[in-house]
T-cell receptor, first 114, second 109 residues
């Protein structure tokens, strides 16, 4: 049972490069989320998807894009990376967007933009 | 704006009890979550409160007062493995989670 997987585990990227962070879940959860976590700050929502085929903007969406072509996958793309996007990125999923449902987190991707 | 406040760091002794407080101001309220996050790892779910009162789950309990915008996480019989950050998160009117910066708990022998 994998739960949520993310790839790569870590990456060092030159500024201006394009990068896609991968996220896959095998729990058949409807909702998926991308967060970034920076020292001294809470997790901040970048983008979310309540169900396959739909996406929405979170608190800090600028510079990022997502797609949700199917239930399992929710890739996050940085079109042209900048140093301020250096962070730890967590993908999460929940059975439904509302109600009680807890969010399950992937192991994270540590991204450094130079 | 929306705001979740937690102490940055707390220290406690193995075997003791510690209470981690969380106050919040959000646009709407649809539940409060506590997560545990060990260094370098992903957050994992601990507890959920949507009604006022205490929810107990083994050594961990969580309390909520909606009128005061206040919650606490109570950890009993502390063990060294409880050394971690504890994250408070509130689900707002848009059903999105607003996260506090977390409380780093240091357990000393």
């Amino acid at each position: 049972i994998a739960g949520i997987t993310q790839a790569p585990t870590s990456q060092i990227l030159a500024a201006g490069r394009r990068m896609t962070l991968r996220c896959t879940q095998d729990m058949r959860h409807n909702a998926m989320y991308w967060y970034r976590q920076d020292l001294g700050l809470g997790l901040r929502l970048i983008h979310y998807s309540n169900t396959a085929g739909t996406t929405g903007k979170g608190e800090v969406p600028d510079g990022y894009s997502v797609s949700r072509a199917n239930t399992d996958d929710f890739p996050l793309t940085l079109a042209s990376a900048v140093p301020s996007q250096t962070s730890v990125y967590f993908c999460a999923s929940s059975d439904k967007a509302g109600d009680y449902n807890e969010q399950f987190f992937g192991p994270g991707t540590r991204l450094t933009v130079l | 704006g929306q705001n979740i406040d937690q102490p940055t760091e707390m220290t406690a002794t193995e075997g003791a009890i510690v209470q981690i407080n969380c106050t919040y101001q959000t646009s709407g309220f649809n539940g409060l979550f506590w997560y545990q996050q060990h260094a370098g790892e992903a957050p994992t779910f601990l507890s959920y409160n949507v009604l006022d009162g205490l929810e107990e789950k083994g050594r961990f309990s969580s309390f909520l007062s909606r009128s005061k915008g206040y919650s606490y996480l109570l950890l009993k019989e502390l063990q060294m493995k409880d050394s971690a950050s504890y994250l408070c998160a509130v689900r707002d009117s848009n059903y999105q989670l607003i996260w506090g910066a977390g409380t780093k708990l240091i357990i000393k022998p």
